[in-house]
């Protein structure tokens, strides 16, 4: 905040009942410690007062609050065409590749606010990753950040992952791409033996045993 007249300073976070906060598609008894509990909750206001009231008390901040509440900004997509349009697909599918640029050492949020608008669809199901990126990381942070998100929603991700570091490198003179395809193949391969392996699998178990935790 110091030597920021101006910019932000506080951020109020999504507005209560999006699917940041586990708002109407939550399913209760989770057991994450937020979905399914509903307290009174006074809009983002008592966090944002810790944080000013705190800052106030400083000669040497100049504080400006951005409240996201305030901003038109989707905190979920749940009823528009593209997410209702997708559901059925999703339902339908036993097993997800992920394909994602890393942005800012994690996910885009677009891809992010897509996935965190569907729920059972996620379920039981595997998941795997490609990931590529301007750095020499190959869009490994934004692959690990998935594997994260991907424990929440019950899906399984896939140790092995494609990864193009340097993605402009992976271009030829004529465009195409990967410009060398002999690695990439093999990761790919190894990626989607293990997705088939867990789809079939965690299939064969669900037409056992529905999955319900
Ligand atoms: C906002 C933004 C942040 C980015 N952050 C990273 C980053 O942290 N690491 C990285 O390797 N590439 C980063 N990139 C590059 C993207 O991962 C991607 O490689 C680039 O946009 C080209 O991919 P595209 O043709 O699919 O857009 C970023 C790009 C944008 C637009």
Do not use: C
């Not at 009942?17 to 109407?24: L, N, V, W």
């Amino acid at each position: 905040m110091r030597g920021l007249p101006g910019g932000p300073a506080a951020y109020g976070g999504a507005a209560p009942g999006s699917a940041a906060y586990g708002g109407p598609r939550s399913r209760p008894g989770q057991g994450d410690g937020h979905r399914g509990l509903d307290p009174p909750r006074p809009p983002g206001a008592g966090r944002l007062r810790l944080v000013t009231a705190l800052a106030a008390l400083r000669d040497d901040v100049a504080l400006d609050t951005v409240d996201v509440a305030d901003h038109e900004l989707p905190g979920g997509l749940d009823a528009l065409d593209p997410v209702v349009a997708l559901r059925p697909r999703l339902a339908a599918a036993d097993a997800f590749v992920l394909i994602v640029p890393e942005y800012n050492r994690s996910v885009p949020g677009p891809l992010k606010t897509l996935i965190d608008s569907f729920q059972s669809e996620w379920d039981a199901k595997p998941v795997g990753f490609l990931g590529y990126g301007l750095s020499l990381t190959g869009g490994v942070r934004a692959v690990e950040h998935l594997r994260q998100v991907s424990a929440e929603f019950h899906a399984v991700g896939m140790k092995d992952a494609v990864l193009f570091p340097r993605v402009l490198e992976h271009y030829d003179a004529q465009g195409r791409f990967p410009a060398e395809p002999e690695g990439p193949e093999a990761a790919a391969k190894l990626m989607l033996d293990e997705l088939l392996w867990w789809a079939l699998a965690l299939r064969d178990a669900k037409s056992v045993r529905p999955y319900g935790v």
